[in-house]
Every structure is written in C-alpha cells, then in structure tokens.
C-alpha cells in the first residue's frame, strides 16, 4: 500500500537520526505506588488479552487471542511480499509466498503466552504493556518447518545463529529497530519451527503477522517474530536489543539497552492455570456471583517445558488446594496438539462468603507455579497464581 | 453448551439475592489525580480498541474492531439458539437461525462507537472502562431489517417501545440484568435497524455477538445489543437499567442506578476525526518520529448524525488548521456506505520540532468537535481532539 510504504521510506530516511530520551526513554519501574501512566494505558487499549471466559473454547476464536505489538502493525502487500534466506548459506533465497506454500507444510496447536503476562501484579512495577493474567491464546498454525528452508538455502560451517526479522519498525528506549529475534541454529532447526502464514486454517490476520510468521512452540511471544521478511544465518552469537531487553534481572542495574547482556535469557513458557470465572461477573470489580451449592470449576494449563501433569485448585487464595481432573493428555497420534494448552475441572461444594480461587499447575520437568512468583525488574514471567474473588450468596 | 447452561442456570437461581456493595458499587468519579484502579486496569485488558493504524482499512480487519462487553460473553448454540418477538403484538415469534436467514436481508457497512470513547481522558474521570480514543471500528453487517420481523408479529395499537434483550447476563452498581436496550417504536421501524447475523461476509465472531445481533446504524454502542434473545413490543416506556447509565448528566446528584432518570439520552454518535500516526513509534511512549519533508496524513471521520462535510488537521495542538481533503461522499447508489467514517488527507510539510497533532470533524447538521469536550460525570461522548506527539529529526 502506497500508505506504509510512505511510512517504510519516512522512517528509513530517519534510520541514523539520535532520539532525545524525551522520545525513547530508558526502562524504569514505577515508584511504590505510582500510578499507571497514560502511557501504561495506550498500551493496553492497543494489546489486547484473552477474555478470561474464551477459556471455554479448545481453539481462541481469532480476535480473542492475546496480542502485543511493539510498534505499529505493518501493512503488508501480498503480491509484493518476499522472504530473504541469507547469511552464512551456500545459496541465499528470496522467495513469495506462492513458493513457500508450495514446499512441506505441517499444522501444530500451539499455546502462546506473551512474557510480560502478569507484569502489572509485580510490586513495583515495571512501566510497560500492564498485563494482568490474560496475555495468552491458543490456535493452530500452518507454514514450512523452518528446517526446510535452511536446508533448501544450504547452511554453511561456522554457522551460529539464525536471525528473523519483522517489518515492523520503531524505536525503544533510544534503539530504533526492525523487530529482530535470533534462534541457535540447534533450535533454528527444530521440526516444530515453523515460517508461519496460516492461523486457524486462514490466511494469517494483519495483527499475527499477514502474510507470515514464525512459530516456535514452547516459547514466550517475542520469539514469535511476526510480518516475517527476512532469516538471516550468522557465523557469529546475535545481539540484538530484543535479546537485550527479554531477560529476568534481579537487580536493577544495567539499562536493558545496554551494551552488556546480563541475567538470564527468557526462553520456554512457566507453567500456568487460569480458571474459568465461575457464575456472572460485577462490570466493574469483575467480583463473581455463585448461588450457593455444586460449582463446576474449569480451566486450562500449560507449559513450555513438558507436559502438565498437576493442576489444583484453591478457593482461598492459596491455603488449601486440591486436585482437578486432567484431561486426556494428547497421545502420540495427537502429536501436533502436545503444545496446547490441557483442560481441566474440579467441582467446588460453595457455601454462602466470599472466596478467592486460583489455579496451580505442575509439569513433567517437576516446575510448580508459585503462588507468589519472583519479582524481576522487566516484569516477565509472573506465573503468581490468579486470583478470582467470588461471593456466594444465600438465598 | 453445558458449560454456558450450567453457568446461566446459577445466575439465575441467585436472582432474587440482594448483593453487597463490595460486589457491586454505585458509580464513582476518581478523585483529582486518583491513580488508574485495577478493576479499571482489568476492563482495559478484557476490552480492547481500535490500532490506531488500522484505520488504514476501510474495513476493520477481524479482531481489530474495538469491543467492549458489560458481562461475560456468553457462548451460544446456534442449534438450540431462538429469537422471541413477542409484547404487544398479534403473534409471537420463536425463529431460529436458519428462519431468520430465510427473511429478506440486507448489508450496511456501519461504524460503530463506544460511548464511553475518551472517557480516561476527562478530569476527574468516571471509574468505568478507560478509554482514551480508540474505541471505534467499522464492519458490514448483514441481517434482516427489525421492521420485517415486527411486521410478521404484527404490533398492535399502543406500542410505544421494543426491547431487545440479550444474553449477556451480570450485575452492575447492584442491579442484576440480563443486558437490556430499548428502541422507541418510529426508530425500531426504520429501515437500516438490522438484526445481523454475518459480520464482513462471515457468520458473527462470539465476540460481535453470535450468532445474532442489534445493528442501530449511527448510534452509540450500548444501542448495539450483542446475542440477541428476545425483542419484546411495550405498550410504555421502557425503563431498564442501561437506560438510566447513558445519559449525559453534568452534575453529581442523582447515581446512575436511581429509580429517576436525569440527564440526556445518549443516542447518535457525536462527530470526531481521527488520524493515523505518521512516522513510527516508539513502543512506550507512542511518540511519533518523522523525516523533515512533506508528511502524508490521513485518518477517518464520522458522526452518527449527518454526512462529514469538513475536516481540518492541526500540528500545534489546536491553535491553527488546515483543512483536509475528503474523499468522495457514497453517493445515493452507495447507501449502504452512508453510516460509514470517510477517509480524509493532509499534507503537512514538517521541519524540524516537535509537534501535535489532531484532526476535527464538521457535519452537515452543523455540529463541530470541540478541542476539549464539556465533562460528563458517566464519561460519555468525549469527542476531544486527538493530541498525537510527533518529534521531526533532522538529519
């Protein structure tokens, strides 16, 4: 469209310009008890979260899927759109989309789970998109295992890193960027990688990335790299300023736009619960509403590490917990399903006062969600169980 | 579904429960400088706008038109799914869907607002779904006229209003509710009042309503009823409790859950002109960057009373305008466009500095956007210029 790439030329021009702090300010956490900025709040009237009730649907129905953009959405030509392969490759390629689907395809069910989710429920609080517990969606991915493509292009020895870019640019905290994320060739070479450019069974929305994306199952969101136009193989370690800033610091030196990475790399996703709210909900406190007697408490839970195999279920906020019902685990022939998130359902006897419910659930790699997870200055994989306050009434 | 069954059979048994104002509180305006609450942080995270640069499509893409549900959304069966008309008519219907596609049909392409649009900008601001500027979409919608429908009842003499009941069920500032809106009779029967059933050539998102819902072109969205049940003809006024909410009231007295209502009615969108940022972002602030140069601007503008005749750009935060080009009006062949925002354009030649801008909105019913709209205690109908930072580099 004429439109973007107006804007694609305007900010290419601007490329070497230096941004005043005014523009692009460094990282900061929120004085104890500072308020949400109205910065904090464009944010999350942009991205947008799971309506916590869509848990009932195996599949997230598109536009109810989690989603976080970190500039602008870019609008993206089909007809003109092509994917570069470069780098460290015996024969580099440039291909559209027609190619791409014409090469190996498989479909996964995948649950995504952007990192920041729970970031406003730390204390203090990083400023950035102010995630509740709802950062999260479920769908299923068709596109080429990224394996094919690198095989196809050839990688070369002394290859390290493989380096995926977004066409959508900006700038943060003073870096102007195309979005970039890199993979280790090991895990660049996953089967269940894949370049993306079908959601549900349609071609990909505008907001996941149209015409293609990738999908690395497991992993938290910014490894997700949407409106995918270039791979690119490095002989050396990528460092990027999402790489950078996508990492848990437990103190608070260091910008995370600083030249030296410190802490520790944000990978696969920590296991979580998150339950149905129960009843019908106030508008504004969101309280729930049950009558008095047998509840039937559902939920989902995932991991990025193993299989769930625990989920319990609290009504007091944590004190007391008991065992939900799993289902099924995907078998072996449900292979492309062992990435989506696993149902789950406990019954609660309700009696008449007021309960806080939460969820808790555990993994084949023995990780448990804490009730109260670790705070982290970036404000990242805060896992801390929900906390849903229901008020049984008598009658 | 049992899921939804079980659900609705519980809020029903508590019908009768009176509920605490710990559940449910009467309205309340923050005070001067009270920080963003977390059920408001909530609401915003549930609820989502409009990006501003998708106002690039003429048509919002799916999952980007804005939405805002009171309750939960309610997950129907589009099997066991029916449709009541009934009151003060000579038959009652109970149509199912494939009953109601059966019936002449017809597509407008409508932009729709929330109410509520701006409402975290006015000091002090309502405590309510906080939304800045972006909750706005446009979609086409096909369904049958509501008129057809009244007609094979057959409404008798002394019908005054239909109401239209939807499924989505909760409790707000202690009134527990299945939602309700209300149509008098003149406004029920006009032709461009749909009941829809397809949302951009698809059957409805669970989110648009599903599977059918209220289309009142030009109209505010709490007019827009979401899973359409019942449609019932009163020989009175209805009186119902979003009724009460929606009016512009300028003074404190009176809480929106009062048995007298005061104020104006909320009905017909007010006009407002939004642009889409130029340049690129940076993710936190959302302040603009652009090249020195001439800058294309563009965005849409509408009203829900009267054609857009003018718009007018300003990059001084109001001081000064320029006047937009509109394009074309749909003309009589293209009356099915006439409820949709129309594009405009500006060029701005941009030098270095730093800039904000806005756009206003004039219709051929006179009414002109205000820089600062005049405060309402609900928060409602805050048609305020836009204010988009915009930093120009030079090289």
């Given at each position: 469209m004429t439109e973007t790439s107006e804007r694609v030329a305007g900010s290419n021009a601007a490329a070497d310009a230096g941004l005043p702090a005014a523009v692009s300010a460094p990282a900061r956490i929120a004085d104890p008890g500072e308020q949400i900025s109205v910065e904090e709040l464009q944010l999350a009237a942009r991205n947008h979260g799971l309506?916590?009730?869509?848990?009932?649907?195996d599949i997230t129905p598109p536009g109810l899927h989690y989603l976080l953009t970190h500039y602008d959405m870019p609008i993206l030509d089909e007809s003109t759109w092509r994917l570069r392969i470069d780098g460290t490759v015996e024969s580099p390629l440039n291909i559209d989309l027609s190619e791409l689907r014409a090469m190996p395809q498989r479909t996964l069910t995948v649950t995504f789970e952007c990192a920041?989710?729970?970031?406003?429920?730390?204390?203090?609080?990083?400023?950035?998109?102010?995630?509740?517990?709802?950062?999260v969606g479920t769908a299923t991915w068709t596109g080429v295992p990224l394996a094919r493509l690198l095989e196809k292009a050839g990688v070369r020895d002394g290859a390290l890193d493989v380096v995926c870019t977004g066409a959508d640019h900006g700038v943060e905290r003073g870096v102007e960027q195309d979005y970039q994320r890199a993979l280790d060739l090991a895990d660049a070479l996953d089967e269940d990688v894949l370049v993306a450019y079908e959601m549900n069974g349609s071609p990909l929305p505008l907001q996941h990335g149209f015409p293609a994306r990738l999908v690395v199952p497991g992993?938290?969101?910014?490894?997700?790299?949407?409106?995918?136009t270039g791979i690119e193989v490095l002989a050396e370690q990528f460092d990027g300023f999402q790489h950078r800033a996508y990492r848990l610091r437990h103190?608070?030196?260091?910008?995370?736009?600083?030249a030296e990475p410190d802490g520790v790399a944000l990978t696969r996703i920590e296991p979580r619960a998150l339950l149905i709210p129960p009843g019908y909900p106030?508008?504004?406190?969101r309280t729930r509403v049950v009558a008095p007697g047998e509840v039937e408490v559902s939920g989902r839970a995932w991991s990025g590490?193993?299989?769930?195999?625990r989920v319990q279920l609290t009504t007091d906020g944590g004190s007391t917990w008991i065992d939900a019902e799993l289902d099924p685990e995907p078998g072996e022939q449900a292979?492309?399903?062992?990435?989506a998130w696993r149902r789950w359902r406990a019954t609660w006897l309700a009696g008449p006062g007021e309960y806080h419910l939460g969820a808790r659930a555990q993994d084949a790699s023995g990780r448990v969600q804490a009730v109260e997870a670790p705070w982290n200055r970036g404000g990242f994989?805060?896992?801390s169980v929900q906390r849903v306050r229901v008020v049984c009434q008598d009658r």
């Amino acid at each position: 469209m004429t439109e973007t790439s107006e804007r694609v030329a305007g900010s290419n021009a601007a490329a070497d310009a230096g941004l005043p702090a005014a523009v692009s300010a460094p990282a900061r956490i929120a004085d104890p008890g500072e308020q949400i900025s109205v910065e904090e709040l464009q944010l999350a009237a942009r991205n947008h979260g799971l309506p916590l009730e869509a848990l009932a649907c195996d599949i997230t129905p598109p536009g109810l899927h989690y989603l976080l953009t970190h500039y602008d959405m870019p609008i993206l030509d089909e007809s003109t759109w092509r994917l570069r392969i470069d780098g460290t490759v015996e024969s580099p390629l440039n291909i559209d989309l027609s190619e791409l689907r014409a090469m190996p395809q498989r479909t996964l069910t995948v649950t995504f789970e952007c990192a920041g989710n729970g970031r406003a429920r730390y204390e203090p609080r990083a400023q950035s998109q102010p995630w509740l517990v709802e950062a999260v969606g479920t769908a299923t991915w068709t596109g080429v295992p990224l394996a094919r493509l690198l095989e196809k292009a050839g990688v070369r020895d002394g290859a390290l890193d493989v380096v995926c870019t977004g066409a959508d640019h900006g700038v943060e905290r003073g870096v102007e960027q195309d979005y970039q994320r890199a993979l280790d060739l090991a895990d660049a070479l996953d089967e269940d990688v894949l370049v993306a450019y079908e959601m549900n069974g349609s071609p990909l929305p505008l907001q996941h990335g149209f015409p293609a994306r990738l999908v690395v199952p497991g992993w938290y969101g910014m490894a997700q790299v949407k409106w995918l136009t270039g791979i690119e193989v490095l002989a050396e370690q990528f460092d990027g300023f999402q790489h950078r800033a996508y990492r848990l610091r437990h103190w608070a030196e260091g910008a995370d736009g600083g030249a030296e990475p410190d802490g520790v790399a944000l990978t696969r996703i920590e296991p979580r619960a998150l339950l149905i709210p129960p009843g019908y909900p106030d508008f504004y406190s969101r309280t729930r509403v049950v009558a008095p007697g047998e509840v039937e408490v559902s939920g989902r839970a995932w991991s990025g590490w193993a299989p769930v195999t625990r989920v319990q279920l609290t009504t007091d906020g944590g004190s007391t917990w008991i065992d939900a019902e799993l289902d099924p685990e995907p078998g072996e022939q449900a292979g492309s399903e062992r990435y989506a998130w696993r149902r789950w359902r406990a019954t609660w006897l309700a009696g008449p006062g007021e309960y806080h419910l939460g969820a808790r659930a555990q993994d084949a790699s023995g990780r448990v969600q804490a009730v109260e997870a670790p705070w982290n200055r970036g404000g990242f994989a805060n896992n801390s169980v929900q906390r849903v306050r229901v008020v049984c009434q008598d009658r």
